[in-house]
C-alpha cells in the first residue's frame, strides 16, 4: 500500500500553464473520432463521470486523444481534476461542439495550477454559476473543491468537484480525513437547513475503501449509509482501478440519499481505455475515467 501511495503522490506536481506546441505539419485539428472505444452513455441514460487528465496536456496528443475518447464514450457531464494548461482547456472545447465546460479559477501561483473543470453537453445539460468551496482551507483543501447546480434529464442536484490531497504519509492521510469530515459538515448543514438535498460528489479522492486505512479516512461519508452512497464502492470490491499503477479505486463518486432514490440501482463503470488505446498512459493519464448512468425518467 505505501507503494501505491507514493506514486499517488505524484499527483500533487504540477508545471507552467503553457499549452505543449501542436504537431507539425497539421492545419487545424483532425475531425473528432467519435468510436475510438464503445460507448459507455446511451439516449437512454444520464452519464456523469469523473476524470484526472494528469497534468493535461501530458503530451502534444493528449487533447485529440481526449476529444475523441469524450466523444466515443457518449457521456453527458463530466469533472476532470489536473487541467494545468486554461489554453488546452479551451482547446479541448474548441474540438467539442456538442459540449461546453467551466473552468476553476483556482491557481497555486501565476503560472502554476490544477484546476477542477465541468464539462456538459448543450441542449441536455444546463450548468448554474460555479462556486468555489473551502477556499481558505489549504490543508484539507490544497485545491479547492468547486460546485455547480444542475438540470438535466428531469434531474435537479448539486454537483461538488473534488481532488484531495495526494501522497503516502500520515499528514498526507490526515489532511484527507480532514477534507472528508469538512465535507461532510458542509453536507449536513445544506441538506439538514433545507437546502439541496440531491448532491454528487465526484472526484480524485486519492484513497481506497478496500482496506481499514481507507475506510478510516472515508468514515465521515463512507460510514453514514444513511446519507451517502459510494457508487464507486462495487467495483473497488471487484478489484477494479482507477488509477492504473496501483490497481486499486481512487476516484470516487458519492451520493447524498436525496439523489440515490433518483439512481436506483446505477453503479460506476470503469472502462479498460489503457487496454483499448495505445500509449493511452504515456500520452494522456494514469488515470481511467469512472462513470454512473443514471436511467433517465
Known sequence: MLAVLLAVGACDLVRDGTPLDAPPGRDGPPPVDDDLVPPVGSAATFDIASWN??????SARAIDLLADLIASLDVDLIVFEEIASVQAWN?????????EGV???????PTLYQKLGFLYRKGLVTVGPAELLFTSDNYGFPRPAMKVHVEAAGLDFDAIGV???????TDDAA?????????????????DGGGEDEVVV???????????????????LHGA?????FLTEAAALAGE???ISSNMVIDHIVVTAGLYDEVGAARAVIPRLETMVPRYDPDLTDHLPVIVSIPRP
Open 163 to 169: 481532488h484531495l490531497k495526494a501522497g503516502s504519509s
Open 53 to 58: 487528465a494528469e497534468n493535461f496536456p501530458k
Open 202 to 220: 465526484l472526484g480524485d479522492y486519492d484513497e481506497v475503501i478496500t482496506d481499514a486505512e481507507g475506510r478510516q479516512v472515508l468514515a465521515p
Open 241 to 243: 482501478h482507477t488509477f
Open 103 to 109: 473552468l476553476s479559477s483556482h491557481r497555486y501561483a
Open 91 to 99: 482547446d479541448l472545447l474548441a474540438r467539442l461542439p456538442a459540449y
Open 175 to 191: 489532511r484527507r480525513a480532514a477534507a472528508v469530515q469538512v465535507l461532510d459538515a458542509y453536507l449536513r448543514a445544506q441538506i
Open 225 to 229: 449509509s444513511d446519507r451517502y452512497r
